[in-house]
């Protein structure tokens, strides 16, 4: 674990009563849905016994995010949402994951009184909404949404890869690896492949042109 950027509670308790934070999984990848969590905490913040432990998921191994993911369902309101391939595809991936986050919100047992979100573009929410670049490195409750957005995703693209095999998403997730490349050129194009995304795309117009 990275121990130099440790995130805390300073912004929830600046904006005060019941404050999400909000993150996405899986923007890149391309493969797969995008993923959202919306995490509320108790105006005190996270229990003590794991606030040491919250980070931003990036700096979690998968084993560390996983022993956190139940703590976290269990300490915390949570809300979780998604768009899938086809609405990536249709809205393109900023606003897709906006989607998934309002999404996220309404799943929350209450509205928010308000919501910090990690990135720099606003989403239309159901509530006052402030941007924070590198969130995840900041706040608790959007560090927490990562995990939890992170968490969800690679489950979910683990049980697909059963189902799909040789691009080896049970360990790269969706994204361009060398072996999701090679499962591209063996196998083909499959409907949860992002067909907007650039690799995608241009591998459809091959094969279109080599038919032709």
């Not at 890149?28 to 919306?38: L, N, Q």
């Not at 369902?73 to 989607?99: F, K, M, P, R, Y």
Request: glycine fraction near 8%; include cysteine; aromatic fraction near 6%.
């Amino acid at each position: 674990m990275n121990l130099s950027v440790v995130p805390d509670f300073t912004l929830e308790r600046e904006l005060g009563g019941a404050v999400a934070g909000i993150d996405e999984a899986g923007r890149g990848p391309w493969a797969g849905p995008v993923c959202t969590a919306a995490v509320m905490f108790p105006a005190e913040g996270p229990p003590r016994e794991i606030v040491a432990r919250v980070r931003d998921s990036k700096q979690l191994s998968a084993a560390e995010r996983e022993a956190l993911f139940p703590k976290l369902l269990c300490c915390a309101v949570i809300g979780q949402g998604e768009a899938s391939v086809t609405e990536i595809d249709e809205l393109n991936i900023l606003n897709a994951t906006h989607l998934a986050m309002r999404r996220a919100v309404a799943d929350l047992a209450q509205t928010p009184d308000a919501a910090i979100v990690d990135g720099n573009r606003i989403p239309d929410l159901p509530c006052p909404v402030r941007c924070v670049v590198k969130g995840d490195d900041k706040s608790y409750s959007i560090a927490a949404a990562s995990i939890v957005a992170k968490v969800t995703r690679d489950r979910y693209m683990t049980e697909l890869a059963a189902t799909n095999p040789g691009y080896g998403w049970e360990h790269n997730f969706g994204y361009g690896t060398k072996l999701h490349v090679e499962g591209l050129e063996k196998l083909g194009v499959t409907p949860h492949h992002r067909r907007s995304f650039k690799p995608i795309r241009k591998l459809l117009e091959e094969s279109v042109e080599s038919k032709g």
